[in-house]
């Protein structure tokens, strides 16, 4: 019987065995992770305090979807932490108070959490095994 979770994420032998994309691919997809951990910060921001709890969960999942979308584009860790870069200068800028004593982020547990769990689902993306072109992660081969 196979497990649903090797079906959808693939096993680590099928991983290590992926091409890595082209270059100029590979730094495209890093663009477009950018952008999109930097929209997925903006938006985890409202989504948490509009829907709470369920926006905080919604929120976690989608950064751990878009490193994990990062990961098996590139084949590369990078691709995994492209997002998070993305992610974590737009809350720098969320974070900070406006001089009107305006914030985006409220205190209360949601925002905290969301603050401070919302790297994990990346650093959890970034520790997979994957194909790299510098041969970090990847298992050495015997002779």
């Not at 994420?9 to 890093?30: C, H, M, S």
């Not at 910060?41 to 950064?63: E, T």
């Amino acid at each position: 019987m196979s497990n649903p979770l090797h079906t959808l994420l693939g096993t680590r032998a099928q991983r290590l065995a992926e091409p890595l994309p082209a270059r100029p691919v590979r730094i495209a997809w890093y663009a477009v992770l950018f952008l999109l951990g930097a929209l997925g910060s903006l938006c985890g921001c409202f989504v948490q305090a509009l829907w709470s709890p369920a926006g905080l969960v919604f929120a976690l999942i989608a950064n751990g979807a878009v490193s994990y979308l990062g990961l098996r584009a590139t084949g590369t860790k990078l691709g995994a932490g492209v997002p998070l870069i993305g992610w974590f200068l737009v809350l720098l800028v969320l974070l900070s108070p406006r001089p009107e004593g305006d914030f985006v982020l409220a205190n209360g547990l949601d925002s905290y959490v969301y603050v401070l769990g919302g790297w994990l689902p990346g650093l959890i993306c970034a520790t997979l095994p994957t194909r790299s072109p510098f041969t970090f992660g990847i298992p050495r081969q015997r002779d």
